[in-house]
RNA sequence: AGGCGGAUAGCUCAGCCGGGAGAGCGCUGCCCUUACAAGGCAGAGGUCACAGGUUCGACCCCUGUUCCGCCUACCA
């Protein structure tokens, strides 16, 4: 294959999928513990069984690619952990979808019909992310790929569940916790988003008992949770209350009355009336209070957040409100209590007032405080070790400026609610001797009939198991009950935390509790990958799971990326329209321009912003990389020769010199994990020194095919390309490996060859300031030329004045070069003074160039440059003028800085009498022109 | 309410240890020069959010203010 033949345009859809085949049937990703090299692991945030490839996956699994691809090229032993996540109730709900859409419903097919058919649609749609990921070119061991509900993996989960009950880090207790009313589960606390909302503030009057003149006023956001108050509370040392303290009030539409407590940690006087209802079943701060004064707990909603007929009848709700209210969801329910408490009298005022509200983080539905039954971690003894290792920087967050939010959080945490009234997932290995526990198991219940209006087919099954049972933990179903001998079980029907089997991801997934090879050589694993939104979900637990079963941290490093965005900031979601496909990206742009764009943009602390026109240029960064290869192909069939670096061109040594810079600064930043800046350095190297500079300089000098300069030229060009492209490879292996094959290598994929390291005998400062100088003379001739804009055909030349000795005779040598590149017969004098015959002069950073043209000339244009260029010159010279007159200056700035300050000074003064006496000149020519 | 981050060219963003304001895109002009017009060259464009302070010197360090974003939170 030779890529001659081949179009001007690089077509990444005729290149990918053939290396992406390539490198899986090769086995290039493939790790093996015996493998020579230190051990590098990255272990992959496994996306969602149910999920599509957005752009979120795209840039996390494009920067870890491009670490894994450069720690596997310098040699180290480099496994990528791939898998997915079974996303317990996001799958649920697909499933569930769908089988709505088919009439039907999980609960009328019953618990494990619901469960094959879970796995039934995951066996067909559960690898599709897996094949996106492979087209973004994702280096993973595919063939270690796992799911969090293999049977490896569930063991792990059994194992670390028993272990932490028996440790009486698991518990089970009825608390109140966040509830779906949708999903009809359980939540953890930060599976819910906290949503401000424009609410209303209900004062209600609570006549005191025996006093009826008397009422104490509270305040609420939710009167629908008055029918449910077990007390009301003021502050202890609040005057206005505190001779009431120890009464009671009569609860408005019901028959009860409840107790004035006071407590100072729930009552902020300042805010409302300083008296506040206390709800122990619908509120966690009241639940709180509740437990202070050992207040009972009436909860008046049932699981769907409906208002519950029989809970207010316990909670003795007037019989009259409870007709009025029952089966009515929250917002109805709100507003009718509001006309009923009105009615009544008992309603002071309403005012305005926005409060936060917590939602779903799956549906977004506004989730209840409800108590039930739910399985807890224990999480205080973790949290210790999972703090110090940050601490003590055994683990690195990047940046750190993250640090204090992981710190912040860990400090703050609460019991983690684990258990999930969901099926999909792993169910917890709990059972429930049915003889000791009859009393404790209700259920399977029929299908409840006192919900009205139901909108939903049936209410679902629904077997509880109450606090008092006691449950037997095991690893295995129990077949024999320990105090009874009993033999029939039931197993608890909750199913864990989706996050719970992901905390033990960076050790099941390499075999434990196996003590497998794999795990004694990567874990712990090198760096983990991940964006900022689930640092506490994932992060924070993988350190406590980690430390806790295999008594080290679970990664070094933490590396924390943006959130992507559209152009305008906005997030990116469906409802909004705005989403960016990475698919149809790939598609229009190739892979490679997306993953080079994304690198590009990651900078820390900032969220991208990907804008359709960057992923274009890079795109054309792509094309321009092509067109090199194109280039570099027609000097492939000359001969080449070996050649040590001081026997080579200008040019060359120059190139070499700029390549080890730019293999240190990319090198560098990736230690640093700053994509963007890497991805900056090779840009600017490949297209504007390599490209812009690099082959236009040897262009004329590989015309001559068989000099011994055009060997040595040849010779450098092709290495040097070659070089380049394993220095890109991490960012762009697709174009790189299709390039790559088509040049004289040795070896199967540039995927396995060794990382460009700098050589120091290419090292030169002297060639660098002597293309400095070049590269300064040819700015001026080349803006001499665009600002006269003479005739084509025109000769010119171009005379260096001014400089140095030493400066003159490196442009002597270059002279070549800056008639090559200056499109014109340029010659270096060594004038000391300027021919009369030049038309102008033109001076920047001390360099001069003087130019004679013949032809037509815009003289007007050149002048009206040459006067603001003078002017500017002047400006700056007077503004350093100023500085250096300044006493203070001179006394106390170093003096290498006065003195870069003064050289400066004369520089300018230099150019802008050169630039003065161009303008005479002109001004004289017009003269005569016009004359 | 607290914490964190941001504010630099028309747009998106770099800017390291305080010392002459940068890139990409867009815009203007010239050029199809034998790798690339998805290209080359040359330009225009900035009160570095605002106000103080430290310093010989501040985009950079300190204080305060405004606006934007995010995270956390029990103010009913």
């Not at 720690?71 to 180290?76: I, N």
């Not at 709180?288 to 049932?302: M, Q, S, T, V, W």
């Not at 935390?497 to 497998?516: E, I, N, R, Y």
């Not at 994990?673 to 590989?702: G, M, N, T």
Request: net charge neutral.
């Amino acid at each position: 294959m030779t890529i001659r033949t081949l179009d001007k345009v690089y077509d990444p859809r005729q290149v990918e999928e053939r290396w992406s085949r390539f490198w899986i049937e090769e086995g290039l990703f493939h790790a093996s513990p015996e493998d020579p090299g230190q051990p590098y692991c990255i272990v992959i945030p496994p996306p969602n069984v149910t999920g599509s490839l957005h752009i979120g996956h795209a840039l996390n699994n494009s920067l870890q690619d491009i670490l894994i691809r450069w720690r596997r090229m310098q040699g180290r032993n480099v496994l990528w952990m791939p898998g997915t996540d079974h996303a317990g109730i996001a799958t649920q709900n697909v499933v569930e979808k769908q089988l709505a859409h088919e009439g039907t419903s999980r609960e009328a097919l019953g618990r494990d019909r619901f469960l094959a058919r879970v796995w039934q649609w995951k066996a067909k749609s559960g690898d599709t992310i897996i094949q996106q990921l492979k087209r973004l070119g994702a280096s993973c061991d595919w063939d270690r790929t796992r799911f969090t509900m293999d049977e490896g993996l569930s063991r792990a989960v059994r194992e670390v569940f028993v272990r932490l009950y028996e440790e009486g880090l698991i518990y089970r207790g009825e608390r109140l916790i966040n509830w779906c009313p949708r999903c009809l589960t359980a939540l953890s606390d930060i599976e819910v988003e906290r949503e401000e909302i424009k609410g209303k503030l209900y004062s209600i009057e609570y006549p005191v008992v025996d006093e009826p003149s008397l009422r104490l006023i509270v305040a609420t956001t939710r009167p629908e949770t008055m029918l449910g108050d077990t007390a009301v509370a003021v502050h202890p040392d609040d005057d206005r209350y505190r001779h009431v303290i120890g009464r009671k009030v009569r609860l408005p539409l019901t028959g009860r009355t409840v107790p004035i407590v006071g407590d100072s940690i729930l009552v902020d006087r300042e805010f409302g009336t300083g008296a506040v209802k206390i709800t122990p079943a619908h509120d966690f701060n009241d639940f709180d209070a509740g437990e202070r004064h050992r207040l009972p707990r009436l909860p008046i909603f049932d699981y769907r957040a409906h208002l519950d007929r029989k809970g207010m009848q316990e909670a003795e709700v007037d019989a009259s409100v409870i007709a009025a209210l029952a089966a009515l969801p929250v917002p109805k329910a709100r507003s009718r209590i509001e006309l009923l408490l009105r009615d009544g009298g008992f309603l002071r005022k309403v005012e305005d007032h926005t409060m936060a509200v917590g939602k779903c983080y799956r549906c977004k539905t506004v989730v209840e405080p409800y108590l039930s039954p739910q399985w807890f971690v224990k999480i205080g003894p973790l949290v210790e070790p999972a703090v110090k290792v940050v601490e003590e920087g055994r683990i690195r967050i990047i940046p750190e400026g993250w640090i204090n939010n992981y710190l912040g959080w860990m400090r703050d945490i609460k019991d983690w609610c684990i258990s999930r009234q969901i099926w999909w997932g792993h169910q917890i290995p709990a059972w429930y001797c049915r003889s000791c526990n009859g009393e404790f198991i209700k259920g399977p219940a029929p299908i409840d009939s006192s919900f009205p209006g139901e909108d939903r087919p049936s209410a679902p099954e629904r077997l509880t198991i109450l606090p008092g049972a006691k449950p037997i933990v095991a690893k295995e179903a129990p077949v024999r009950c320990p105090d009874c001998g009993a033999h029939e079980f039931l197993r608890d029907p909750d199913v864990l935390d989706t996050w719970f089997s992901s905390a033990l991801w960076p050790f099941s997934t390499l075999g434990w509790p196996d003590q497998t090879v794999e795990l004694k050589t990567y874990y712990p694993t090198a760096a983990l990958v991940t964006g900022l939104d689930i640092l506490f979900f994932w992060v924070a637990r993988m350190i406590m799971m980690g430390l806790k079963f295999m008594g080290d941290v679970p990664f070094r490093d933490v590396y924390i990326h943006a959130l992507v965005r559209d152009a305008e900031g906005q997030k990116m979601s469906k409802s909004k329209g705005n989403v960016i496909d990475p698919l149809g990206v790939m598609d229009q742009y190739g892979t490679d321009a997306l993953r080079f764009t994304l690198a590009s943009m990651a900078s820390p602390g900032r969220d991208i912003k990907l804008a359709e026109e960057r992923i274009e240029g890079y795109r054309n960064f792509a094309n321009k990389i092509w067109n090199v290869a194109r280039f570099v192909h027609l000097n492939l069939n000359g001969d080449r020769e070996p050649c040590p670096p001081e026997s080579r061109s200008f040019a060359d040594r120059w190139i070499l010199s700029r390549l080890n810079a730019a293999i240190r600064a990319v090198s560098s930043e990736l230690e640093q994990y700053r994509f963007d800046r890497a991805a900056s350095a090779l840009y600017q190297f490949i297209w504007h020194e390599y490209c812009d500079w690099y082959l236009e300089l040897i262009k004329p000098v590989l015309q001559q095919a068989t000099t011994p300069e055009a060997l040595r030229t040849r010779e450098t060009l092709v290495e040097s390309f070659e070089r380049i492209l394993r220095l890109l490879h991490p960012f762009m292996p697709f174009i790189t490996e299709e390039i790559w094959q088509t040049l004289p290598h040795k070896g199967t994929s540039i995927v396995r060859q060794p990382y460009p390291i700098p050589s120091p005998e290419w090292d030169s400062k002297e060639i660098e300031e002597a293309f400095t100088l070049l590269s300064k003379c040819l700015s001026l001739v080349r803006t001499g030329r665009a600002l006269l804009n003479y005739a084509p055909g025109a000769t010119i030349a171009f005379f260096a004045c001014g400089t140095t000795p030493p400066e003159q005779d490196v442009l002597s040598g270059l002279r070549p070069q800056l008639s090559h590149l200056g499109r014109g017969n340029v010659e270096v004098s060594r004038h000391d003074s300027w021919p009369t015959t030049d038309v102008l002069h033109l001076a920047s950073e001390g360099i001069t160039v003087g130019v004679t043209v013949e032809g037509d000339v815009d003289l007007q244009k050149a002048l009206d440059r040459i006067m603001k260029q003078r002017s500017d010159t002047e400006k700056e010279a007077n503004r350093i003028e100023g500085k250096l007159a300044s006493v203070n200056f001179t006394e106390k700035a170093p003096p290498d800085v006065v003195a870069e300050h003064q050289d400066r000074l004369k520089t300018l003064r230099r150019d802008a009498a050169i630039l003065a006496s161009s303008e005479t000149q002109i001004r004289a020519m017009l003269g005569t022109r016009g004359a």
